[in-house]
């Protein structure tokens, strides 16, 4: 009898794991994390590890031809985040201008502007409204529909970039910096469709359109490396939004119209990169951003399954 309560209760536990492993994230938290993750392949690709100069190793060539030399850079990229058929994606540029301050200070000022499309097509998903209470048994499934958005994410910046010789580590380029970012979710609205429960049958619309604007320190670190014409830079980059936005929301349906905050939208950022050079041609591909952003934001941001980031740099 014991052993039979043991293989109910093995038996038991093996379905409720099943079931949290498949179970499926709601709209709520799914529309937060589409935009989150079109920042931080933002924060990846900051213009923040293009030089006026050339390293061999620790040291640099022609230092003194370096003082108070201007370099121009320009930044094109990609992002493409989506799970099922719903999606963020769309170009994504900058410019920087760097000033090389003495052999070991430069100082950088960029300006981006990224132009994302949101757009779906139709979705079966828990309905949540955490921000109102609408008279709805909330969470139920639902069908989700009609998103057709878009999405801008602009901003300006300040970075400082320096070299550190420490005994204890191998030479490397450090980056700090502050810069302010503003985020515009429009028309970020889905037509939903109540599937089952209590509740079936009832349609109307969710609606996260909304301006969010932080102010975002910076830090990193590189360990810029120089082989015949080509350069390479390994670096891990951490950003921080702030102060931490309340996400905005509205639901609409039968005899009601709320609007409300909850959680907050915006996380704290580390990326990992692997920038290489040709110099020959001031240009620089972000091999390793594109492979750990695909690799990580989806075990970062639960229910995204895939996030697709390219970014090339030109210096001149």
Not at 240 to 252: F, V
Request: hydrophobic share 40%; net charge negative; glycine share 10%.
């Amino acid at each position: 009898m014991v052993r039979k309560y043991k293989v109910l209760a093995l038996a038991a536990t093996l379905a409720t794991l099943a079931r949290v492993g498949s179970a499926t994230e709601s709209i709520e938290f799914i529309a937060e994390h589409l935009p989150e993750i079109a920042m931080d392949n933002r924060y990846a690709s900051l213009p923040l590890w293009g030089t006026c100069d050339n390293y061999v190793g620790g040291e640099r060539e022609n230092q003194d031809a370096a003082r108070d030399k201007f370099c121009f850079g320009m930044n094109a990229g990609y992002s493409r985040t989506h799970t099922g058929t719903l999606s963020i994606d769309g170009p994504m540029f900058s410019s920087n201008v760097t000033r090389t301050v003495n052999e070991k200070l430069r100082i950088t000022g960029f300006a981006f502007f990224d132009d994302f499309a949101l757009s779906g097509g139709t979705d079966h998903l828990p309905l949540e409204a955490g921000f109102a209470s609408p008279p709805l048994s909330l969470p139920a499934e639902a069908q989700f529909s009609g998103l057709d958005g878009t999405g801008h994410d602009a901003g300006i910046g300040l970075a400082l970039n320096g070299d550190a010789h420490w005994h204890w580590l191998p030479w490397f380029e450090w980056s700090a910096g502050l810069m302010w970012q503003q985020v515009k979710l429009r028309d970020y609205r889905f037509d939903y469709l109540i599937t089952d429960g209590p509740d079936a049958g009832t349609a109307g619309t969710l609606d996260y359109s909304a301006t969010y604007s932080y102010v975002v320190p910076f830090l990193g670190v590189a360990w810029p490396r120089t082989r015949g014409v080509w350069r390479y830079v390994p670096h891990v980059q951490l950003a921080a939004p702030l102060p931490p936005a309340p996400i905005q929301g509205r639901i609409t349906g039968p005899g009601f119209d709320l609007a409300g905050e909850t959680g907050a939208i915006g996380d704290k950022s580390v990326t990992i990169g692997f920038n290489v050079t040709y110099e020959p041609w001031d240009l620089t591909v972000d091999i390793g951003t594109t492979i750990t952003q695909a690799l990580l934001e989806p075990l970062i941001h639960e229910g995204v399954n895939h996030n697709l980031m390219i970014s090339a740099f030109w210096a001149f």
